[in-house]
């Protein structure tokens, strides 16, 4: 069960846009249309950004969008506002288990 | 409103048990599958167990099996973490969650409740 690969930092200008990628294997990112992302302010719990590779839960903004090819998802986040800086975790789902992406640091300059 | 809240963190010996719980509320629980989640200090997110709807199915990370075990009680709305063998690296705040396991993503997430494994 080993954690799927995101770049440990991205960041961007406000108002530019930033892509995060999450990297697993056929059994899990490449092998289901299950892939989640999920963003994290410092001391508060995780919250769902999108779900099923791409699609947005209510109240999410439009700026977050998913997608994937092959065995890589990835995050954008256009637009980028101050409220954006956090951290971000993709998830996959993955047969018996599901897995978390290592994180990545978003730094709005 | 939906919500959940955990408790039953604390501080305990390594090789000590320790019974988490989480209360759910504004939402149907007994039709929604759960999950566990927990993050380790300054680390990321590690999934930790999931449990179906009616119990039916339930699935363990492998850093967990045979040491945890989760349960619900669906009368009660409540979600359950019973944590035994406890070690160091079981230190983490412990996230409920509610969980498509796959679809519709872990939608709904509780505070969170720490957890101190040390002698």
């Known amino acids: 069960q080993s954690a799927l690969t995101q770049p440990p930092s991205a960041s961007g200008s406000p108002g530019q846009s930033v892509t995060i990628s999450c990297t697993g294997t056929s059994s899990d990112v490449g092998g289901y249309n299950y892939v989640s992302w999920y963003q994290q302010h410092p001391g508060k719990a995780p919250k769902l950004m999108i779900y099923e590779v791409s699609k947005r839960p209510s109240g999410v903004p439009d700026r977050f969008s998913g997608s994937r090819s092959g065995n890589t998802a990835s995050l954008t986040v256009s637009g980028l506002q101050a409220e954006d800086e956090a951290d971000y975790y993709c998830s996959s789902y993955a047969g018996s288990t599901n897995l978390f992406g290592t994180g990545t640091k978003v730094t709005v300059l | 409103e939906v919500q959940l809240v955990e408790s039953g963190g604390g501080l305990v010996q390594p090789g000590g048990s320790l019974r988490l719980s989480c209360a759910a509320s504004?939402?149907?629980?007994?039709?929604?599958?759960m999950t566990w989640v927990r993050q380790a200090p300054g680390k990321g997110l590690e999934w930790v167990a999931y449990?179906?709807?009616?119990?039916?199915?339930?699935y363990y990370a492998d850093s967990v099996k045979g040491r945890f075990t989760i349960s619900r009680d669906n009368a009660k709305n409540s979600l359950y973490l019973q944590m035994n063998s406890l070690r160091a690296e079981d230190t983490a705040i412990y996230y409920c969650?509610?969980?498509?396991?796959?679809?519709?993503?872990?939608?709904?997430w509780g505070q969170g409740t720490t957890v101190t494994v040390s002698s």
């Open positions: 449990i179906s709807s009616t119990t039916g199915t339930i």
């Open positions: 504004g939402f149907t629980f007994s039709y929604f599958s």
């Open positions: 969650a509610r969980d498509g396991f796959g679809a519709y993503g872990m939608d709904v």
